[in-house]
């Protein structure tokens, strides 16, 4: 399920990297991308923790959006307090791997996934 939704995110990044616009008007896809963004978050502290031996892959892959999208301005902020809130959220909720963050991630993975689909679906050329 993690290469599917790795895929589908790769299809993301080439679609979001389409034509120029201006950096700080609002796409219409920011509050999916924001979305994707804290399902990032979640993802990075959540198999850290897990002992996925991941190291900093959805950071990485957070990183790689926002190197896609290019935002500048208020938009990088969002994107970048998407990912935070998403980490810090299950940061103060699990300290050790337990039953519910493995659903937790089955769910990010798979709401993640949607979100990729989705997006290429309605913005894809």
């Not at 993301?12 to 201006?22: E, F, N, T, Y």
């Not at 979640?42 to 935002?71: F, V």
């Not at 938009?75 to 307090?81: G, L, N, Q, V, Y």
Request: hydrophobic residues 40%; contains cysteine; charged residues 20%.
């Amino acid at each position: 399920m993690s290469t599917r939704f790795l895929a589908i995110f790769a299809l993301i990044l080439a679609c979001a990297s389409g034509p120029m616009r201006a950096q700080d008007v609002a796409a219409p896809f920011d509050a999916d991308l924001q979305r994707l963004a804290e399902i990032l978050g979640g993802l990075h502290y959540l198999r850290g923790i897990c002992g996925s031996n991941e190291g900093n892959k959805w950071r990485n892959e957070m990183q790689a959006l926002i190197d896609a999208e290019t935002p500048s301005g208020e938009r990088r902020t969002r994107m970048i307090a998407g990912f935070n809130r998403g980490y810090n959220g299950f940061q103060q909720t699990y300290r050790s791997c337990t039953p519910a963050a493995t659903v937790a991630i089955r769910r990010y993975i798979e709401e993640g996934s949607k979100i990729s689909r989705d997006l290429t679906a309605r913005y894809a050329n």
